[in-house]
């Protein structure tokens, strides 16, 4: 066959192509990361104290923070926790968790107390008997993975979530409650159509 030379060449050519095409899926796959899950386990603020004592019980609560990435640690930069009263018309309180390193597929449950508070405007919030209202807390940190031995740059993270308290101003629900970002669709979006582009790269060099 007269062209043979030239269609070996091309076929090295394309399994070169090939070769750098799995190399590059597999450093996304490998580079990928998720970012942690938070949630809200407990939130308790007892409103039912006489005003005038000094040792009033402060706002307690939990937060679940988990590592969801199979191979890699999380660098947690100081965490910044705000509680607001509904449709955040005030600051109740806010709270600075300390930096902290977890190791993959790890769970830390954080509590903090805040005993600065405006209970004016928290009893103004507060529901009526029997009824319910849905105050607020927000989370803001940065975090920086640990891949092999690299850390990789700071991510912002920035989620957040309503709670359902009642009159004592206790989280009705006992479930934990998941802290969201209104930017989780967009990333997993990207995230999805990156892993769709790795794809069609590597389907299109096998047809080729
Ligand atoms: C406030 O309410 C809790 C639970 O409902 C109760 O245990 C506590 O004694 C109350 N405190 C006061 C000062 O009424
Ligand atoms: C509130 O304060 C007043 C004066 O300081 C004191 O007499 C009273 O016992 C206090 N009430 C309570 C429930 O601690
Ligand atoms: C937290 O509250 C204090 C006042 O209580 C305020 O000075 C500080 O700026 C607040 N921090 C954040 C991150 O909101
Ligand atoms: C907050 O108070 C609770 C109960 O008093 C205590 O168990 C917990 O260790 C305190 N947390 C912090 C961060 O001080
Ligand atoms: C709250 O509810 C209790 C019983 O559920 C009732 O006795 C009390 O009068 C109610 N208080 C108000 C202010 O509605
Ligand atoms: C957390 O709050 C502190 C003090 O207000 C501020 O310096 C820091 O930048 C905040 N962190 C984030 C991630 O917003
Ligand atoms: C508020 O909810 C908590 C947990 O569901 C419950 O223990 C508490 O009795 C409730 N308080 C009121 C005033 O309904």
Request: aromatic letters at 12%; hydrophobic letters at 50%; a positive charge.
């Given at each position: 066959m007269p062209d043979s030379g030239g269609g070996g060449c091309g076929r090295c050519c394309c399994n070169f192509i090939f070769t750098l095409g799995?190399?590059?899926l597999f450093m996304w796959l490998s580079l990928r990361t998720s970012s942690p899950d938070c949630l809200l386990s407990k939130f308790y603020l007892p409103l039912n104290?006489?005003?005038?004592s000094s040792n009033l019980t402060p706002l307690e609560f939990e937060l679940r923070l988990k590592n969801t990435n199979k191979d890699k640690g999380v660098y947690y930069d100081p965490i910044n926790v705000t509680f607001y009263t509904p449709y955040r018309s005030h600051v109740i309180g806010n709270?600075?968790?300390t930096k902290f390193y977890q190791g993959h597929k790890k769970?830390?449950?954080?509590n903090g107390n805040i005993s600065i508070?405006?209970?004016d405007v928290v009893s103004q919030a507060a529901p009526?008997?029997?009824s319910t209202a849905l105050f607020r807390v927000d989370l803001v940190t940065s975090v920086r993975y640990k891949i092999l031995m690299f850390k990789t740059k700071r991510h912002k993270i920035r989620v957040g979530a309503n709670v359902e308290v009642n009159g004592t101003i206790t989280k009705v629900n006992h479930k934990d409650i998941k802290l969201k970002s209104n930017a989780d669709k967009i990333r997993s979006y990207c995230g999805q159509?990156?892993?769709?582009f790795a794809n069609l790269?590597?389907?299109g060099l096998l047809i080729f």
């Open positions: 799995l190399t590059a104290q006489t005003s005038n709270f600075t968790i769970s830390a449950r954080k508070i405006d209970r009526a008997n029997g159509m990156g892993f769709f790269l590597v389907l």
